[in-house]
């Protein structure tokens, strides 16, 4: 799968989250895909494989009503596209609102996904998938 290729299927998947289908792009998971979640997000953990990356994803959606995660910008550099995430949603049992912005780092390998990881700022991002941020490009 080209770059360009992986950047346009990440938008997809992105596109589908956003309308609340979340089993969109599991099919694109390698059997041995692995989702890193850092210490600085709720549920920090590594998860390793399909049914493991699956089970991850039905409890955070469980303790969400309305959720949305959504793509703002897709970048794409080597095997790699980084993309910054704004996800909101509604608590199910507190009703807290809860909006938030952060980065995703997903890997491919041939056509399959073979990590996905979560970061805080667009600088561990672009290192992430080896793009030197231009002087004075501070976004977040």
Do not use: K
């Amino acid at each position: 799968m080209s770059l360009e290729n992986a950047a346009e299927v990440v938008r997809a998947v992105y596109a589908e989250w956003a309308r609340g289908n979340f089993r969109a792009g599991t099919e694109l998971y390698d059997p041995h895909a692995v989702l890193v979640i850092r210490e600085d997000f709720p549920d920090a953990g590594v998860y390793v494989g399909r049914d493991e990356i699956r089970g991850y994803m039905r409890r955070f959606l469980a303790d969400w009503t309305d959720a949305v995660i959504e793509a703002e910008d897709v970048l794409g550099a080597r095997d790699s596209v980084a993309v910054a995430v704004h996800q909101h949603a509604t608590g199910s049992g507190s009703g807290a609102l809860v909006d938030m912005r952060y980065w995703q780092v997903w890997t491919f390998r041939g056509g399959a996904v073979i990590r996905i990881e979560s970061v805080r700022g667009r600088a561990e991002a672009l290192q992430a998938v080896g793009v030197q941020e231009e002087p004075g490009d501070s976004r977040q």
